[in-house]
């Protein structure tokens, strides 16, 4: 049988990439970041049954990395296609890790001694990591990265500590950049999401007020393997908040910045004040929100189960204005009291911003590179959403998880498996 290239290793490649193999199909997974996971490996719970998500899916990283019919090439990404359905070649650039991954055994003692802090995306820039690091505790595969750009070593020809003080002789800062050409049946292309920057929504604050967080934040102060370990601090005292707010629709469903509905956040609103209360059981929630879309199974009972055991008011309201004590930091909302017919107040301690999920970064380098067609909001376009769900505008190419539209987990995942079952067509052909 002939092979499978998927292109991104979050929940979505990964899913595509076992239903794959378990049929005998030898795959190719393609994932830009040093270790495959995605967006759901930064997640703390997964809705509608606060399951713990990393626990979820790190079986699934390792099944995969692990499988013999899946190569997993981290760190890479697609630079070049060629040929037609039934016989792609896929050019991949592998970008120099300059740490030979035969060798590292994921130790940590070269990220303790290096002295070069960064601002860590993985922890949406929350805290700092260090010029060689590994992404997240679970990472897979469990070997450390050099970031060429922050390295002293690789920018000044200064420092070489980690090299120094590495016991299994693993760090090599001649490595290059190398070109791998793969031979493909079918391409799945699963290359996730980005979210939303509200600094342009100057009424909120963000960016300005250090107490207005995005839902992305919340996710990593609220994580055992975030940057707080799973307390909620308030600046500037560190201090836990006692009341939070959480704001919907900030950004989306907006015609001068995102036109649709990401279908998840308010969901991921309500998942996320449970969490508050479970971790200090005082703590009063507050969802603001235009239109409460409780969409899926057991998702409208998962609403008001919020509301009766873990002290969440909904407020069918749109806050207009925040405003913040120049002391104590603590914000103020003001918003339309609906049934008063006036403009009320809550101060609170904290406030998280439900913004949308947009197409990943390189979406649209992507399509350029493939030959796809995005749609007018620049995501991944199928030809009919309803009779032809994976399928892309280039035959042999198919498409899951957010980069085709927003969607959660299960979503993600179902489009995954249907998208491995074409692809499984064309290499099994």
Request: glycine share 6%; charged share 30%.
């Amino acid at each position: 049988m002939k092979n499978v290239v998927v292109i991104g290793g979050g929940v979505a490649g990964i899913q595509a990439s076992l239903d794959l193999a378990e049929r005998g199909i030898h795959v190719y997974l393609v994932e830009k970041e040093p270790s495959i996971g995605g967006r759901m490996a930064l997640l703390d719970k997964t809705m509608s049954t606060n399951d713990c998500s990393i626990c979820i899916l790190a079986p699934k990283m390792n099944d995969c990395f692990s499988h013999p019919n899946i190569e997993v090439l981290e760190y890479s990404e697609v630079v070049g296609l060629t040929g037609e359905a039934g016989d792609f070649t896929v050019k991949v650039r592998r970008k120099a890790k300059y740490v030979d991954a035969s060798k590292c055994t994921g130790c940590g003692d070269c990220m303790e001694k290096c002295p070069t802090e960064i601002p860590n995306e993985y922890n949406s820039n929350l805290n700092k990591r260090k010029a060689i690091y590994l992404p997240f505790p679970q990472a897979v595969p469990r070997k450390a990265t050099i970031d060429e750009e922050y390295c002293l070593k690789l920018t000044k020809n200064r420092c070489g500590l980690c090299q120094k003080i590495c016991k299994a002789e693993a760090i090599d800062y001649t490595q290059k950049d190398t070109m791998v050409e793969l031979s493909a049946a079918a391409i799945i292309v699963a290359v996730g999401l980005s979210v939303y920057d509200p600094r342009d929504l100057h009424e909120y604050g963000y960016g300005k007020y250090e107490n207005v967080r995005t839902w992305m934040e919340y996710e990593r102060l609220i994580n055992a393997a975030g940057p707080t370990h799973g307390h909620l601090k308030c600046a500037p005292d560190g201090r836990r908040p006692k009341k939070i707010a959480f704001i919907q629709c900030v950004g989306s469903r907006d015609v001068k910045r995102c036109r649709w509905c990401s279908s998840v956040c308010c969901m991921v609103s309500i998942k996320s004040a449970m969490l508050a209360n479970e971790h200090y059981n005082d703590l009063e929630s507050y969802i603001f929100y235009s239109d409460l879309r409780v969409f899926s199974k057991r998702f409208y009972e998962y609403s008001k189960r919020g509301e009766k055991d873990y002290r969440i008011t909904y407020i069918h309201a749109r806050p207009g204005e925040i405003a913040e004590d120049k002391r104590t930091k603590n914000l103020t909302l003001y918003y339309e009291n609906e049934d008063e017919g006036k403009v009320d107040a809550l101060e609170v301690e904290m406030v998280v911003l439900a913004t949308p999920i947009l197409p990943a970064e390189d979406t649209v380098r992507i399509a350029e590179t493939l030959g796809l067609e995005v749609d007018d909001d620049g995501f991944l376009k199928t030809v009919d959403y309803l009779q032809y769900p994976v399928e892309t505008s280039k035959p042999g190419v198919y498409v899951a998880g957010c980069c085709e539209r927003p969607k959660d987990i299960t979503e993600s995942v179902i489009q995954a498996s249907a998208a491995a079952a074409k692809a499984a067509v064309l290499a099994e052909g």
